[in-house]
């Protein structure tokens, strides 16, 4: 098993930045990739970033591209979401998530296990 804690989120005006963390634990070797969903209030679960473990593969929604920056520290097990010039529609749930192998780190059938998630709320 694989345990998955975020952190970081909270409540930031528009234009602004917040920095989310993913810390995992357990039996986390092998791991193939880690990646963020988000989820507002009414919609489904949206992928918004992704990175191989070995750092050499990202990938980002549309929506994000420019703004977010995804990046991780394989020594710690923490997966790290920097996320820039946030905008109101960027107010959801952040859940970060863990692939153990095999899938395509976009869609949400890649991943073993997931996070609780964290709020992040974006004021205009």
């Known amino acids: 098993q694989v345990q998955l804690v975020e952190s970081g989120g909270g409540l930031v005006q528009a234009g602004g930045s917040l920095r989310l963390s993913c810390a995992a634990s357990?039996?986390?070797?092998?791991?193939?990739?880690m990646g963020w969903f988000r989820q507002a209030s009414g919609n489904e679960r949206e992928f918004v970033a992704a990175?191989?473990?070995?750092?050499?593969?990202?990938y980002y929604a549309d929506s994000v591209k420019g703004r977010f920056i995804i990046s991780r520290v394989s020594a710690k097990y923490t997966m790290y979401l920097q996320m820039n010039s946030l905008k109101p529609e960027d107010t959801a749930v952040y859940c970060c998530?863990?692939?153990?192998?095999?899938?395509?780190?976009?869609?949400?059938?890649?991943?073993?296990?997931w996070g609780q998630g964290n709020q992040v709320t974006v004021s205009s």
């Open positions: 998530a863990a692939s153990k192998g095999g899938g395509s780190l976009p869609f949400r059938g890649a991943y073993d296990y």
């Open positions: 990175i191989t473990w070995s750092g050499v593969s990202t």
């Open positions: 357990g039996r986390t070797f092998p791991m193939y990739g």
